[in-house]
């Protein structure tokens, strides 16, 4: 794994991570989700090893602040744990994805397909939706969320919203909160609320039915969807949440859709089969 720095227009330099090089034809780059990075979501480096191990480049496109960690005591384990990405910028979703791939393009890649996890899912589907680029040949959309039904499957969600308010209302937009966000991570106040209000990344409204899927239909190239059978954010429903998604393209019989069986949202103790079907995904597109 190499720790890569692509620039973005506005000047930040997000940091990514890399496994194998231009060398190879083929690479894929994934979006992580919120409050992740290759250190503490296992499924990145698991599917950059098996990849790599095999001629394809792998890059992990991560949020800006995604190497920043805070430690915090852990009173069961008697250790110190460290872990969180405490700021992302919503509004900057497109420039972030496309700064990802024009890095992987400035590479001399010959095939670039571009995959998300999670929230990551869909940062690709607003970027593939207003791209006027043709760069990416094809995507690889992994446990997208309906961000509405996200929020509402959380038990602490107006604790959270109502703290984070009143930080931004005292002027303490960029202080990092008083708990772990979903018990894993810190996160600022103002990320939590323009996370919440993310109206640009509410694409796959299938539960809740708040936001658009004209992004879905606007994505003018074929591509993949995954899910494991057991993802929690699909209303107990995961088979028929992913192909409810891939319904509103505008080839859906053109996709491909794969069901893990028995993983989760976050595919835990299943990152090597995850891996193996993205491998499979790749391969099957170089026949």
């Known amino acids: 794994m190499e720790i890569i720095n ?37 499924l990145l480096p698991a599917t950059g ?55 992987a393009k400035e590479l001399g890649f010959k095939k670039i397909i571009l995959a998300g996890h999670s929230l990551g899912s869909n940062k690709i589907i607003n970027y593939l939706a207003n791209t006027p680029d043709d760069f990416v040949d094809s995507y690889i959309v992994t446990a997208p969320i309906d961000l509405a039904h996200f929020f509402d499957c959380i038990k602490d969600k107006k604790m959270y919203l109502e703290t984070a308010q009143k930080f931004v209302e005292e002027g303490r937009g960029s202080s990092i909160l008083p708990f772990l966000f979903m018990g894993f991570s810190p996160m ?20 809740s039915s708040v936001g658009e899927t004209k992004s879905l239909k606007k994505i003018r190239i074929n591509g993949s969807f995954v899910i494991g059978s057991r993802d929690s954010m699909t209303n107990h429903d995961a088979e028929g949440f992913i192909r409810k998604i891939n319904s509103y393209t505008k080839n859906p019989d053109a996709n491909r859709v794969e069901i893990i069986d028995g993983a989760s949202h976050i595919f835990y103790g299943m990152h090597e089969e995850y891996a193996k079907v993205v491998l499979g995904i790749v391969k099957g597109q170089q026949l």
């Open 6 to 42: 692509v620039h973005t227009p506005r000047g930040l330099v997000l940091k990514g991570a890399m496994w194998g090089d231009n060398t190879m034809n083929t690479v894929v780059i994934m979006m992580s989700g919120i409050c992740s990075n290759v250190f503490q979501n296992e």
């Open 49 to 103: 090893k098996l990849l790599s191990e095999n001629e394809v480049a792998f890059i992990a496109g991560q949020a800006m602040d995604a190497f920043s960690f805070i430690s915090y005591s852990n009173t069961v384990t008697k250790t110190q744990t460290t872990t969180g990405v405490v700021n992302d910028d919503f509004s900057q979703v497109y420039e972030d994805v496309d700064s990802y791939v024009k890095y």
């Open 188 to 207: 600022c106040a103002k990320t939590l609320l323009d996370f919440y209000n993310a109206e640009n990344l509410k694409n796959c409204p299938v539960v």
